[in-house]
């Protein structure tokens, strides 16, 4: 009797590591995770950001298509810790559908996002994404890497639940490591933006001439 | 970074490797416009494929695992089981592709982690992640095949991926995905029917169906009618409502009006009972068959036909 308790209170305890595991995980990307919103004649959108180490300082990398189309138009964006502040789009690619962000007023402390290398992961791999799907703030989804990018410029694609909100989120390694913004749903795979091509963007727009 | 997940990383791992482990042996064949379909290779020179998504008989190429093309050739299929089979032209290395390691049927329990492995085109292999939502015993598509098991799954089968490999965590592999035998339903063919079809199509070009040659509806018999026959109350049988004419129900002397109460010495109260016996294992054997005529049981001796091998049916289904 003793033993058959002790069996029944040891099992669940492997899939509560798991999800403890996960909230963690939540945690940990939720810190530099912000949520934008833009709101012009055109266009009211929610998506979500990534704080991203540039480097002339902190950015906020998103899509394109959630932002405003000149440069200079403004955006809200709002952290996860509760911090609020007005964003310029400073540069934007409507063909990688990545857009950069300059904050007026950044808070003190900031997280930024670690990244990772896209090209380097294997089908079947655990990803999360992070991101405010149909306006629900912060929530986690879970899949696995259903393909990984073909060549340099190709997509990372993941068999993971993502919704309109996603947008402009990380999509992220177990370790917390961001390998790709979430741009879109395709035939229910979610499609992202690899972070080595997030890079190149990144740094092609903020080198100083 | 903290790094703060051992339990997560190791399934991450097991699930990488066994993605890994069965693309070895999961191939792209470009049988159809856009895009490539996936199969398993099966055996030596031999790739399992969905029959749905081969449209074309000739000029189909298989790329390998190791990224190489070969040419192969249409060796059979089977519109009941929704399953293709294609011979490679020549043998290829070891190393450009292995043949599937199958896992048991134990394997197959509502809830198991399991996997869809898919090559879709040239770009490597890719999956889904979900689990074996049901599991049923032996049933028949609605086009006739027979399959050994009923496998749900609760996963996506993507463009390109019907033909592909259901995988469980260790990388074995429990049998072939296809979207198309159940409305788009994610479904498995468990790998005792795969293997059964691989040697009647490989043997007999083709897979073969039972067949009498009547159209039935179930009956119930009259009290008085299963009284002066001495059988128990409620008595059921099936009526023959259709005999075709030169069929094997036919020669026998099968005749509208007919109820038979058991076949094979198993009573029949539904057509789908007449139908269950019928396994292509009774082509060309008899088949004793009770029958109420006139008020009179007789027993008729039915030798058994074989339906002409039906023409692969067009289906819809993604993937």
Known sequence: MGAAIAVAAAAPAGHRALAGELEGLARQLRGATVRIHSSSARLDAIGAGVLWRAQTGVVVVTNAHVVPPNRGDDVHVEGVSGYETEARVFARSRQLDVAVLALETPPNELTVATTGDARSLRPGEILVALGHPFGVPGALSVGVVHAVPNGDDGWLRADIRLAPGNSGGPLATLDGSVVGINCMIARGLGIAIPSHVVDRFVNEVLTPA | ?319
């Not at chain 2, 416009?33 to 029959?51: E, F, L, N, T």
């Open chain 2, 1 to 319: 970074m903290p790094s703060a997940s051992p339990a997560l990383r190791a399934l991450s791992n097991d699930l990488a490797a066994a993605v890994e482990r069965a693309g070895r042996s999961v191939v792209a064949i470009h049988a159809r416009p856009r895009i490539p379909a996936s199969g398993i290779y099966w055996r030596d020179g031999i790739v399992v494929a969905a029959s749905h998504t081969i449209r074309k008989e000739q000029d189909i190429t298989i790329t390998l695992p190791d990224g190489s093309r070969v040419r192969a050739q249409l060796a059979g299929r089977d519109g009941g089981t929704d399953l293709a089979i294609l011979r490679l032209d020549a043998n290829p290395s070891a190393s450009a592709v292995a043949v599937a390691s199958r896992g048991g049927d134990e394997a197959l329990r509502v809830g198991s982690l399991v996997l869809a492995v898919g090559r879709p085109g040239d770009e490597g292999v890719s999956t889904s992640l979900g689990v074996i939502s049901a599991v049923g015993d032996k049933w028949r598509t609605w086009s006739g095949g027979e399959i050994d098991r009923f496998v749900r799954l609760d996963l996506a089968i993507y463009d390109g991926f019907s033909g592909g490999a259901l995988v469980d965590a260790d990388g074995d592999i429990l049998g072939v995905n296809c979207s198309a035998l159940a409305r788009g339903t994610p479904l498995a063919i468990p790998t005792a029917t795969v293997d059964r079809v691989v040697d009647a199509l490989l043997t007999r070009g083709h897979v073969a169906r039972a067949y009498l040659g009547v159209a039935m509806q179930p009956a119930r018999l009259t009290n008085a009618l299963a009284e002066k026959l001495g059988l128990g109350e409620a008595a059921r049988g099936v009526l023959v409502v259709m005999v075709e004419s030169d069929s094997p129900a036919d020669r026998a002397g099968l005749l509208v009006g007919d109820v038979i109460l058991s076949a094979a010495g198993q009573a029949v109260g539904e057509p789908q009972d007449v139908a269950e016996l019928l396994g292509a294992e009774r082509v060309g054997a008899d088949l004793e068959l009770s029958v109420v005529r006139g008020g009179e049981k007789r027993a008729l001796r039915v030798t058994v036909g074989e339906r002409a091998p039906a023409s692969d049916v067009r289906r819809r289904g993604r993937g």
